[in-house]
């Protein structure tokens, strides 16, 4: 039951995620011709889970997920090499994806404290993933023995670490996998309240890295997993169950950074299930309407106008309203390198005409 439910899911999931990452591509590429260094190192992270994924089936097909007594000699290699593949991939497709999103932070907020927090959590996933491969690769002396030992165990145990420093090392990354994901998946949320959005919108805007979340609840599924297989012999039938929770933890990373690309899509194409972002979110010119909301005017135009030309410079818009006489000065700091409707926060200010 375990073997086939790894093989559906990691099948099913190939088949999602090349249709999200294309949405990504397509909206960064072809639509908003916005691509950038994250969308790059996104691609690599996919093409790096999707070879993960590939190996985890044919590891099981082969007999991962059966008592050591039911696995049939002739299947040990294929087995145990394409696992030993699989577990070097996941390593990099987590490094890659995580490094791709923090790079997407950068293009959304240039301050230094933020830069200063990316910066640093890229280091802690960089090195997280250098000692994640290194330990999978050189696990055993040399590597090979991994997958000729054949199912004997004594000579795995005069070439290989010891099971209690494996464990030692896992249950370490594990912890620091769980930590830093929590600190990828919550440290945009305070740009995203500085932001120039309604209320509803930065709800929305959240949301969406809040998704990350669950990400992070796979990755501690995972780590519990990992430490079941300290107390089994039967380790081989437990790998297949917790390289669910291995797959699942990086696609719905891929997934949830991804969705930023949805609202470009779907205003291209789907209008009607989105709702126009221009008709909603405008600077009102002489007019607000109760608690300090701005009401409609005929003199408003599209907050989405004034983001993403004007990167890097210091703009001003003035606009006048010849009925109320109000002068709107509107100062936009350097913009982001975002064109999905993100934009910086913007000062305002009001200059009474009297006639």
Not at 151 to 173: K, L, P, S, V, Y
């Amino acid at each position: 039951m375990t073997q086939r439910a790894c093989i559906g899911f990691n099948a099913s999931f190939i088949i999602f995620i090349v249709f999200v990452i294309g949405i990504r591509l397509y909206s960064r590429f072809g639509i908003t011709k916005s691509g950038g260094p994250d969308d790059i190192v996104m691609i690599a992270g996919t093409i790096a889970t999707i070879v993960m994924s590939i190996c985890v089936i044919i590891s099981v097909t082969n007999g991962l997920g059966l008592i050591i007594a039911d696995i049939p000699p002739e299947s040990w290699k294929p087995m145990l090499l394409s696992f030993w593949i699989s577990r070097v991939f996941y390593a990099f497709a987590l490094m890659l994806v995580k490094i791709a999103l923090l790079l997407f932070y950068l293009r959304l907020d240039h301050r230094r404290r933020m830069r200063w927090i990316v910066f640093g959590l890229m280091a802690v996933v960089i090195a997280t993933g250098i000692a994640h491969a290194g330990i999978s690769i050189f696990e055993c002396s040399p590597p090979a023995i991994f997958w000729t030992f054949g199912g004997n165990f004594r000579i795995f145990g005069e070439h290989c670490m010891t099971a209690a420093t494996q464990q030692m090392f896992w249950d370490a990354t594990g912890a620091i996998v769980v930590v830093t994901d929590l600190c990828l998946w919550l440290c945009p949320l305070p740009m995203v309240w500085s932001l120039q959005l309604p209320i509803r919108q930065k709800i929305a805007v959240s949301a969406v890295f809040a998704l990350g979340i669950v990400s992070v609840a796979a990755a501690c599924t995972r780590f519990y997993y990992v430490r079941k297989l300290a107390s089994t012999k039967e380790i081989y039938q437990q790998f297949a169950e917790s390289l669910i929770w291995y797959s699942l933890e990086i696609y719905l990373a891929i997934f949830c950074g991804c969705t930023s690309a949805f609202k470009v899509f779907l205003r291209k194409h789907f209008p009607s299930l989105l709702g126009s972002l221009a008709s909603k979110t405008r600077y009102v010119l002489g007019s607000s309407g109760k608690n300090g909301t701005a009401r409609m005017t005929a003199s408003s135009f599209p907050l989405q106008n004034l983001s993403g030309r004007h990167a890097g410079r210091r703009t001003t818009v003035a606009a006048v309203d010849p009925q109320r006489g109000a002068e709107l000065h509107n100062q936009l700091s350097p913009t982001n390198d975002s064109k999905e409707a993100i934009v910086p926060k913007t000062t305002t200010e009001w200059d009474t005409q009297k006639e």
